[in-house]
């Protein structure tokens, strides 16, 4: 995490936790990594 985010008191008392994702939608990951490639050129 980047040490900007402790002038955010919500996000800096998440510092040294991990995110525990339970459902992952694969068509949205999908998606997403479609989106980011064809913005690379």
């Known amino acids: ?3 900007q985010v ?3 008191p919500t996000y800096s008392g998440l510092r040294g ?3 525990k ?3 992952v939608s694969k ?3 999908t ?3 479609k989106a ?3 913005s690379w050129s």
């Open 31 to 33: 998606e997403h990594f």
């Open 27 to 29: 068509a949205a990951l």
């Open 6 to 8: 402790d002038a955010y």
């Open 21 to 23: 994702v339970t459902d």
């Open 17 to 19: 936790t991990q995110a």
């Open 36 to 38: 980011a490639v064809s």
């Open 1 to 3: 995490m980047s040490a």
